[in-house]
């Protein structure tokens, strides 16, 4: 009988860096966290009932193996749900209106899965529109295990996959993506309306502030955030709820 393995247990060694949130707001930290600590105790919980499942089988037990199974599904079917609401909630996070450039996208606290989907899908939408660049947030691996960086190198197969040329910026953390299809000449532009200050962190463009602390937004810059935000809900809208029909597939070992 085959022994399923939850690939999200798998893929939580692949988060991006050791802050899911690139702004500061612990809040949002601990809520992300406590959405893929259900998921990683639900995938814990269906591996058990897999292993139970299969040893029932062993011993002639079939109505106790196919009982177990259905269990281990349901575990599967909770833990694919409080990753889908980690991964959206984390993204709409990241890339709130305001916090990233309309030419930036955040991949903060994905796993490489569900970064490559998003990408993939950003992508295609900005394209779609006559961008013609995208730059990726994509973390300097300083949390990873030995260092060493996850996201960076999908965002590199998915440009290769697309035929787009690439090249990391100033920011290691960060890559930049010509969405015409030429060369990438030189180091890469800032992102639009980003000045060098806030450029250079390993964490995004810097703490959020509060409201307070920020002067009151002229009508263009509320209607541009308005679309913004309208974007990335499409995009949600158009990828996220298809990921994680990929990831509730697990891999088998005979």
Do not use: W
């Not at 730059?135 to 590199?156: C, L, M, T």
């Not at 450029?199 to 308005?226: D, F, I, M, T, W």
Request: glycine letters at 10%; one cysteine or more.
């Amino acid at each position: 009988m085959a022994q399923a393995i939850p690939m999200q247990q798998q893929k939580h060694s692949t988060r991006l860096g050791g802050r899911a949130h690139t702004h500061a707001d612990s809040d949002a930290e601990r809520e992300y966290d406590r959405l893929r600590d259900l998921a990683r105790a639900e995938a814990s919980k269906r591996s058990a009932c897999f292993d139970q499942a299969h040893d029932a089988y062993e011993r002639g037990d079939g109505a106790g193996a196919k009982q177990l199974s259905n269990e281990g599904k349901e575990h599967a079917a909770k833990m694919e749900q409080y990753n889908k609401q980690a991964s959206e909630y984390i993204f709409r996070e990241n890339n709130a209106p305001g916090r990233v450039a309309e030419d930036t996208i955040d991949l903060h606290g994905q796993f490489v899965e569900e970064a490559e989907d998003i990408l993939e899908a950003r992508i295609r939408d900005a394209q779609a529109r006559g961008q013609t660049h995208l730059h990726v947030i994509v973390g300097k691996g300083n949390h990873s295990a030995n260092h060493v960086q996850k996201i960076k190198p999908r965002v590199e197969q998915v440009c290769r996959e697309l035929g787009l040329q690439y090249a990391t910026e100033e920011n290691e953390g960060r890559m930049y993506i010509n969405l015409a299809g030429g060369q990438v000449d030189g180091m890469p532009p800032l992102p639009a309306g980003k000045s060098g200050g806030g450029y250079g962190g390993s964490a995004g463009y810097g703490a959020h502030g509060s409201s307070q602390q920020r002067p009151p937004a002229s009508q263009p810059q509320q209607q541009q955030q308005q679309q913004q935000g309208d974007q990335m809900e499409e995009l949600e809208k158009k990828v996220l709820s298809k990921i994680f029909s990929k990831l509730g597939d697990c891999c088998v070992v005979m």
